[in-house]
DNA sequence: CTGCATCCTTGCTGATACTG
DNA sequence: CAGTATCAGCAAGGATGCAG
């Protein structure tokens, strides 16, 4: 079952962090998205460009970053700013509920810096076998 | 590109979170993963059978469980033992590094509840323009 | 510069059936 | 009970070309 489906079956919140149309399984589906992090950590620094973000973040495809822009626009958690010039240029910057998720960020950062080599460890002795 | 690929290009460290080879990536992409997060929320209360936890975790499949419970453990956050009854049964329970991930958890579940209003309300905006 | 449209490949995912 | 094996369907993601 794909996410899509839960987001259309249902928004209702039931306090239940297992069922399929729990809130906290969207936010994850959010958070869990592999771009959507990594942008809102570029735009920790204030308002960015398209192409910085894009330059900043390796491996990223145009596709997926246009993709994970706009979701995170839709969700509230990044404006996007067209400015009519030409060239054209594209300002993206954290709104209020965006920079609520900037904790969790460091968090994560935090957590990936200090524990990664216990994780890199325990993968090599588990290959080992 | 896949972050299998990451993983064997290069286990290294190189402390630039937007560079493909960083452990952040590595680390995001276990949090980012469906049910990671959701099986390590139900090992909070203790260890817990295979079927305990298939029942806990609604819409996961048999095979997308055991693939999770095997990576929590390739990983070494997860410990998995065997008991040599008939029927046979299997518990899984937290590590340490497993159980240092917790925190990350329940700050991601807070986020969720705190401000999952305000991400569904974004979304019906945007989507009635 | 920014980003949409298209094609195409990859592999995730769920369903089903079977084993120790 | 707790898996493994296999298969079909679909969606995610990348590459390319074009437009405003």
Redesign the interface.
């Given at each position: 079952?794909k996410w899509g489906t839960y987001l259309r079956e249902s928004?209702q919140?039931d306090g239940n962090?297992?069922?399929?149309n729990c809130?906290?399984?969207?936010?994850?589906?959010?958070?869990?998205?592999?771009w959507s992090?990594?942008v809102v950590?570029?735009l920790r620094g204030g308002p960015r460009r398209y192409g910085e973000i894009a330059a900043?973040?390796?491996?990223v495809s145009q596709k997926m970053l246009t993709q994970t822009l706009r979701a995170l626009?839709?969700?509230?958690?990044v404006t996007r700013t067209v400015h009519a010039t030409v060239p054209p240029r594209v300002d993206y910057e954290l709104t209020g509920?965006g920079r609520?998720?900037l904790?969790?960020v460091a968090?994560?950062?935090n957590?990936?810096?200090?524990?990664?080599?216990?994780?890199?460890?325990?993968?090599d002795?588990?290959?080992a076998r």
């Open positions: 079952m928004k919140v962090m297992y069922a399929k809130p906290s399984r969207q936010v994850l589906d959010r958070i869990g998205d592999r992090v990594l950590a570029v900043t973040i390796e491996g626009e839709r969700d509230g958690l509920l609520s998720l904790g969790l968090a994560l950062e957590w990936a810096y200090t524990h990664m080599g216990d994780v890199l460890a325990a993968r002795a588990y290959d």
